[in-house]
């Protein structure tokens, strides 16, 4: 069983930085594909970011392309997500999801089968 919990979140002014965690317990050495969506109100989930198994092959959405490092710990089971130069429109509740089995970090949400509570971020202009 995985339980994924994120934490991080807040509230920046437009052009700054936070960084985001996953714990995601019983996802220990690169037993899970991880991936970071995003959720604006009145918008449908986004993809934002995925990180491999192993090999720390990273996945990047066009919108956050540059400004966002998505990073792993394994011996942690944890997952990083980087945010620089952040936009108002970069305000959303941020998910982690982890995909158990052998495929790799992916872009859509269905290939995910464990998820976080989310957490709020919030870019003032």
């Known amino acids: 069983q995985v339980q994924v919990v994120e934490s991080g979140g807040g509230w920046v002014q437009a052009g700054g930085s936070l960084r985001l965690s996953c714990a995601a317990s019983g996802c220990t050495f690169g037993r899970c594909a991880m991936g970071w969506f995003r959720q604006a109100p009145g918008k449908e989930r986004e993809y934002v970011a995925a990180?491999?198994?192993?090999?720390?092959?990273?996945y990047y959405a066009d919108s956050v392309k540059g400004r966002f490092t998505i990073s792993r710990d394994n011996a942690k089971s944890t997952v990083y997500l980087q945010m620089n130069n952040l936009k108002p429109e970069d305000t959303a509740v941020y998910y982690c999801?982890?995909?158990?089995?052998?495929?790799?970090?992916?872009?859509?949400?269905?290939?995910?089968?464990?998820w976080g509570q989310g957490t709020q971020v919030t870019v003032s202009s």
């Open positions: 990180i491999s198994r192993v090999g720390g092959i990273t």
């Open positions: 999801a982890a995909r158990t089995g052998t495929g790799s970090g992916s872009s859509q949400p269905d290939d995910y089968n464990y």
